[in-house]
């Protein structure tokens, strides 16, 4: 038995902002929307995905974001992103800690942290 891969990561957000979050994970990261199941559509959130990657937003009624817990995700094209956030005055943190790794910490509109990593930078890890 072996993990081969995650299927998703599932964030909190609070009631009634699923349009903030389509916004964000949508226009801003470029992610499409997934439909949820009928039977849990009742529930609120939204689910997104771009190629094999997918975040899935639940709705949580006491929510408090998690400021150190986090996906981190993989994209082509980061400088295109990194202008792209500067675009919709998004604050982002440029993170050079491990040398080798281009990466960046942002905030979803609900304080949920997400690090996104240049693929590129991928290669050149020693791990």
Known sequence: MKITSI???QLAMPSGRELDA????????GMSVV??????????GRWFKSGTAQIHLGV???FTAVKKAHPGIVVEGFDELVERL??????????????????MYV?????????IIDQRSLSDLPY
């Open 86 to 103: 500067k675009s919709f005055n998004i604050n982002f943190v440029l993170d050079d800690e491990i040398p080798q790794l281009r990466r």
């Open 107 to 115: 905030e979803d509109p609900f304080g949920n942290r997400i690090e």
């Open 7 to 9: 299927d998703h990561v």
């Open 22 to 29: 389509e916004f964000f994970y949508s226009e801003v990261l």
């Open 60 to 62: 949580d009624s006491g």
């Open 35 to 44: 439909p949820k199941p009928e039977a849990l559509q009742r529930r609120g």
